[in-house]
């Protein structure tokens, strides 16, 4: 496979196609992208190069490379806030209020052990602290300190069965339709050590904009996979049946399921 076969992803491929229109194409809202995302042809291609990409960073890199990490002088003065506008419901507002006390994570799928725990339950988890670096598909980034229990102690305990090969982190956010958010990695990127279910952001309980109780960051991948307000984990052996099929809400419009950095 030649260099430019294994680093053609979606975003290098519209890239070219913008370059020789003389189009910038951002975070796939142009109309252009619209019509290439569309095009069966042009799809397939952009499908089968995001496999590729995936299967040369993995023979490349070591199993489990970790990410960057930083000192506290480089955390930023700024963090945006990605994805969807916080949940407007009455129950996630008075369940903010107080505190989170009767939010519960809820397991579920080709486990073993069918769980629910509350914020405290994974406060009392192992945790990890990393001060990483957030990179959007729109072109901007920020760092900041995050602490949460690693993903690969929910593994642990509720023990796949031997069919599940991903996680689906289902949401409380919706769009302007009602849709739920929805993202999923697998089990390969669930147990990365850096891969962690975030409850403080800089020392500091988890604010509501940077998706309050619980969200997930996984650091080897752009910013749309760390999903925010998480409700639940859901272990599947096909992503065929959510959603649009695509394996989450951003990829449902047209972006890469593997998004590796």
């Known amino acids: 496979m030649s260099e430019f ?28 992208f619209d019509r290439l995302s569309t095009n069966r042809t042009v799809r397939s291609v952009l499908a089968s190069a995001e496999q590729a ?5 993995r023979m490349v890199a070591p199993q489990h490379k970790l990410a960057q990490e930083f000192s506290e002088k480089d955390i930023s003065s700024y963090f945006r806030p990605n994805g969807l506008p916080p949940p407007a419901t009455v129950e996630y507002r008075a369940e903010a209020a107080r505190k989170w006390q009767g939010w519960r994570l809820q397991i579920s799928g080709l486990i073993e052990k069918p769980s629910a725990f509350s914020l405290s339950d994974l406060k009392t988890m192992p945790a990890r602290t990393q001060i990483t670096r957030h990179d959007c598909v729109e072109g901007w980034s920020a760092i900041a300190k995050w602490k949460g229990v690693p993903l690969k102690q929910i593994i642990d305990r509720v023990q796949p069965k031997q069919q599940a090969r991903f996680i689906v982190f289902h949401c409380m956010d919706t769009d302007s339709s009602g849709d739920f958010y929805y993202e999923s990695i697998d089990l390969h990127d669930a147990a990365h050590p850096q891969t962690i279910l975030a409850y403080e952001m800089n020392d500091r309980d988890l604010p509501i904009q940077h998706g309050a109780p619980l969200r997930l960051r996984v650091e080897n991948q752009l910013g749309y996979k760390h999903a925010k307000y998480i409700r639940g984990l859901e272990f599947t052996a096909s992503l065929a049946q959510l959603g649009g099929g695509k394996g989450g809400y951003c990829e449902d419009q047209g972006y890469e399921w593997y998004a590796g950095i």
């Open 53 to 57: 990409n995936r299967r040369v960073q």
């Open 5 to 32: 076969q294994s680093r053609l992803t979606r975003r290098t491929l519209l890239r070219c196609f913008g370059q020789g229109a003389g189009l910038l194409l951002l975070s796939g809202c142009d109309k252009m």
